[in-house]
């Protein structure tokens, strides 16, 4: 072997602990890289082999009421693969005791033989439906989990009042369920109060009255075809009432998992490239100190006739090795952190495949990555090797900065310390280098801690503020019509009620210019005690005037703001019912959690509710705050209340809610772990290399009598001087990386405002300082150890 | 080819310090006979070293001529400049600066493989008396010892000239004398051209010709008839 790949090979060695901290950076970098990565490629790859494996409708149109022979007509559209058709109704679901009493249930039909051919279901547990004759029913995985069901169970749709028994044979999860909301408007899964149950059709006919008739029909395209497809059917079903068609990519479920998976893509890029843009600034910042330390070796190989481009390779080639040390280890923790993390998450969300996409790709692209960022890293120390001056590289004696001068407050405060104090005060304007480079990691640290820690801090303010004020009741009732107004002085009385208000719903299509969102307006009573609103800046705002109250994330999500004029649709238009109306945006309201649109409700029912039928006086829903201990038997009386359909409580919703964060707090729990791991390789790294370069400089005064005491006062002093300039740089950066992250953090269902606790920055300092003297151990250990006579005949280390 | 190895013609090196100018060689003109062993001496700042780094090719001119072997090496660009280094010219330090991490033989062969003769490695560490040491690294070589693969290291391109900045500087008497008669030993069997730098007179007395500076000036240029041994050098 070349004696200059022999001498790199060997420095490596001799720099190991150094290397091996560079490789634990790397390590994690890439491991936090090809984990998320891959598990976000391999969550996607699932999602997409169960949408063209399991036949997701390409679109899905509903109407009033057609005929089923409209089905046959349909499919002899060119270009049609496949069409069904069936019976969708919500209605009201009774449940055996012990169990929630009354719930919202989806009846989907599915053909009298054989399986649905669209939108197929995957039995998870017992039998599919037998023949069509049998009052049976298959249940969707995440009802059944949260109501405790399985097969041989009994279960009550309730329809005009009359409570019939269907056999549970089948707990089933469905690709058009995979994530299970209501509706567009309604993008918050609730299984405690909202189930989707398959009957046969024959069943399901009887149940509603619907012989020989439809209300929905799914259909499969050819390739190229859907638009087109999709609008001769559309033309041809609005004799039937039909409401706009809804495209595979608007379909509630998959729309909210696309958009799921776009977010952990973002963070499955950005983390990483924080994490590896780390490690690669300490491999600059470890290859520059050892650059600086081989001064004279660069020299003496310069003189001997060794070529720039040749020096400079060597140290390119050091930064390589050091960022591909860790790759390795990264790859094969990552991709063993893929299969849990894709595992975790399809389990929550209860998906029955996995389908892991090749790690290769994902691999190489991290190899890539780690290799051009190390170079890069390594590119400025490679080059001011292959510039020095040999002459200048081999003169010995102090650098222009050994002759600084600290400030002269810091001389006046050096005046009463100890000698070994002055020394490290001194040091730390002289070696600006060590100082620099001990600011940079432990900035660097305390980035990745306090931007991490803050997800978690924002989360939990965001959440307590939202059932502090947006949601400060504990029952939410819908009615199947709208009622009487004076229900809600009835309900002021019940026992254990606190206080109670009636509000409208009222489900649209808002459009601002191209931009358009399917959303529920909710009329808020005037001077409202349960929903109370603020601004962005946290200022009051009552719901109030003719104008509409968007949430931060309906407001993003439209691209809209005070002032803006929106097209306001109802979202059931049909040929019967025909309602549009221009509304300006009056403010934009702070809401965290779920896409909201708020209006005053008096307003609402003057400018909708005549013609849709909830005209002044009438509510079609209601929001109840309880006494403590009285939700829940409030929640079972709101129940019983004529024409309720659906009673949600808020303790049921925050359950599912700290559910649904649970992921996210495990991916931020994850996040923290790996950034406290990279910041004690930082700080492990800059302290060490701290020491160690001075260890010539420490033996000499170690033979010269100074104690190996006061040596530990002196370097401590000097790391905790520099450690705190690097705490006053990484905070506000840090501060800094939290907002960007908050911005980043933004989708329509989740507003995550920026928010920091002060525990974070007390736990990030005081972690920082304890790391920065803990690191320092290892190193103090050597120097108490080293042999004293062959530090000083060496010359140069 | 001249009879001259060395030829300065006015040879001038200032340095820009901040706002000074440090003249440190002030206009040096000699030549150097090959085969000579020649001892530039003179106290520190005299402007010695100065001129072993342009005769070296490690640093540049700011005027005047220094002809090594017909060649110009002053007007020589950096790329030819490291050829010229590689080619002609063998270095040893007041520090040694060898490779920590490489033994004694690796520090040899690493020099060796830039001039392509590699192989000569082992035998130059016996001739140098190292023949034992061979695979001990330099924290475990006195300081003598590490001179002398130092030595080892600058003969096995096999130079045209040997270029030694203060020797000796960082070793003892007794070990000074060794590596002092290892460079004699050296210049007599090989014909070899040598420049030692020192600011110590009694080192003159063992060199063919003896170039005195005194800030930047050459002072005096001296023959000595007959050089001393190394062995009856006293100081």
Known sequence: MSRLWLK???????????AIGIAVVVALGISMYHSFYLSYRSMGASYQW???ELRLADFTIEMDVAPEATVTRLAAIPGVLE????????????????RRRVVTGRILSVPDEGRAQVNQLVLLEGRYLGPADRREVLLERGFAEAHGYSPGDTIYPVVQGVRRAYRVVGIVSSVEYLYVVRSKQNLFPTPDSFGVMWMRRRQAEALFQMHGLINEIMAMTSPGERDRVMAAMYADLRRFGARPPVPQEEQPSRQVLDEDLKGLGQFAVIFPALFIGTAALTIYSILARTVERERQQVGFLRASGLPAWRLGLQYLVFAGLMGIIGVIPGVIMGQWFALGITKIYLDTLGIPYLRLASGLVVGAIGVAVTAVSSLVAGWGPAVSAARMRPADAMRPGPSASMQRKPPAIITRLQRRASFTTRVALTNLFRQTHRTAYTLFGVAAGLVLMITTMSMMDATEHAINYYFGSVRNYDVDVGFERPVSETIVTQVQQWPGVQWAEGNVGLPVKLTHGEATDDVTITGVPAGSRLQRFRDEAGNPVAIRGYGIYPAEGTAR???????DLLKVEYAYNSRDVQLTRPVRVARTVRQPIGAGLYMSADALRQRFGAKLGFPPGTIGGMVIKARPGYQRAVAARASDLPGATMVETTFDIREQIDQAMAMNYAFIAVLMVFAGALTVAIVYNTINSNIHERRSELASLRALGVRMDEIARMITVENLASTSLGVLAGVPLGVAGARGIAEMWQSEMFTISFYISPRTFIVSIAFTLVLVVLCQIPALRSIREMNLAQMTRVHGE | MSDQAVSARDLQKHYQMGEVT?????????????????????????????LLNLIGGLDTPTSGEVIVDGQNVGRLQEPELTEYRRDKVGFIFQFFNLVPTLTALENVELVGELAGNKEEAADLLERVGLGERLNYYPAELSGGEQQRVAIARALIKRPYLLLGDEPTGNLDYETGL?????????????????????HNAAIGQMADIVISLRSGHVEDIKRNEEPLAPSELTW
């Open chain 1, 8 to 18: 790199l090979f060997r420095d490596i060695s001799a720099y190991r602990v150094q």
């Open chain 1, 83 to 98: 069409v069904a058709g069936r019976i969708k109704r919500d209605i009201r679901v009774e449940q055996t005791p012990g």
């Open chain 2, 178 to 198: 060794l590596v002092l008669q290892l460079i004699r030993d050296v210049c007599d069997e090989t014909d070899l051209t040598v420049l030692m730098v020192t």
């Open chain 1, 50 to 52: 169960g949408y063209d």
């Open chain 2, 22 to 50: 440090v003249r440190a060689l002030r206009g040096a003109t000699f030549d150097v006979p090959e085969g000579a062993l020649v001892v530039l001496l003179g106290p520190s700042g005299s402007g010695k070293t100065t």
């Open chain 1, 557 to 563: 999500e439209l691209g809209i703001e005070r002032g």
